[in-house]
Every structure is written in C-alpha cells, then in structure tokens.
C-alpha cells in the first residue's frame, strides 16, 4: 500500500482531522451540565435528584454509614433505608437529621424530607 493511499483510507474511516475532533470535544465535556438542565426543562428534574440520591448515597454519608445502610426507596420525599440488624436502627436515628443536610446539600433541598429505617 502507498503511503498516498493509505492517506486517503484514512481520511475515509476517520472523515474529521484532529483539530476538527477538537473542535467538538466541548460539547462532550458539556455533558454533565447538559442533563440536567435538559432534565429541568422535561420536567424531570425531582426524578433526577431523587436518582441522585439513590445512586451517590456513599459518598453522601459516608463509607460507614453506607456500609450499615441501604437506600431502598424514595417516595413523596420519603427515604426508606434498609439496615441488616434492629441494632443498626438505634445507632443510625440520632444522625438522621445530619443525614437530611447532607442529602440536601448534595442534590437540593426539599427532596428527602423525612428518613425511615426498616430492617430487610
């Protein structure tokens, strides 16, 4: 193969040079700024936090916390958390409101209004 033709067959698998590649790199970075607001404007975006929830309660309350605890349900600003022994109940409720700042301060305020524990 010349070098002149495998030029053009790359240009034909890869249509856009570097520099255009670039170009459009921003729009892929925007992303995550980007769904949110999209999320806003369907009118998802309670949907959206309360997912957030759900999906970052480790780094919400921590690896010990999270260890101890399992986020199982999130309804009408209602969090249900599950725990594996009755014990871990009465070490969790006297965090629960640190807990409510917490998940305010990550993903707004008003979407966790109230914490219940369950064992299961």
Do not use: C
Not at 13 to 29: C, G, I, L, S, T
Not at 44 to 59: K, T
């Amino acid at each position: 193969m010349t070098p002149a033709l495998r030029q053009q067959v790359l240009r034909e698998w890869r249509p856009y040079a570097d520099h255009e590649r670039e170009a459009n790199r921003p729009v892929v970075q925007a992303l995550p700024q980007l769904v949110p607001r999209v999320m806003k404007t369907l009118g998802l975006e309670q949907r959206l936090q309360q997912a957030q929830v759900l999906q970052f309660w480790p780094q919400i309350v921590g690896p010990t916390v999270a260890q101890l605890s399992r986020p199982f349900s999130l309804r009408n600003g209602r969090l249900e958390l599950r725990v594996d022994h009755p014990a871990y109940i009465q070490e969790l409720r006297p965090h629960k409101p640190l807990m409510l700042q917490k998940i305010a301060a990550r993903v707004g305020a008003g979407v966790v209004r109230d914490i219940l524990f369950r064992v299961g």
